[in-house]
């Protein structure tokens, strides 16, 4: 689904590489995280798969859905496309545990890529995770009163 996902964000785009594992090395602009060569991606994914059957079924949706996109943009498995397929898995997440999806804004973006690569380099996730809870927490919070204003 992952593939399908990514398909989907890149066709008309980069067709070559829409849905398909990278197979050459990159970076990451800005970031200090250099993801993992190509021939681990088949395994890293693998792990993912089996962290996301196993393990992240015991967290809290919101915190699974940020530890989702941790961990598919540390793995940074296709050439393009890797930010937005992670928001979508992210709000895909959140969605399916009945959460609203989220938006990071262009003002956190900053905050945003910082926690990520933090995340990456140090394995430390609490900044994200809280950037996460916090712009569920603003999108309930509009919910809730766009609600109030109707009734």
């Known amino acids: 689904q992952i593939k399908n996902i ?30 993992p060569a190509p021939f681990l991606l088949k395994e890293k994914m693998n792990q993912f798969i089996e962290w ?8 809290h949706p919101v915190e699974r859905a940020a530890m989702v996109q941790i961990i598919f943009v540390g793995i940074h498995p296709f050439v393009d496309g890797n930010g937005r397929t992670s928001r979508l898995l992210l709000n895909l997440e959140l969605m ?12 956190n973006r900053l905050e945003y890529y910082a926690a990520l690569d933090k995340a990456h380099t140090t394995g430390e996730n609490f900044d994200f995770v809280s950037l996460v809870v916090k712009e569920t927490n603003n999108m309930l919070d509009r919910y809730i009163s766009l609600c109030n204003n109707n009734f």
């Open 96 to 107: 399916k545990s009945g959460y609203p999806p989220i938006v990071i804004k262009n003002t």
């Open 6 to 35: 990514h398909h989907l964000v890149l066709k008309g785009i980069n067709d070559k590489y829409a849905g398909n594992y990278r197979d050459q090395q990159v970076m990451i602009s800005g970031a200090q995280h250099l993801p």
């Open 52 to 59: 996301y059957s196993t393990k992240a079924q015991e967290l």
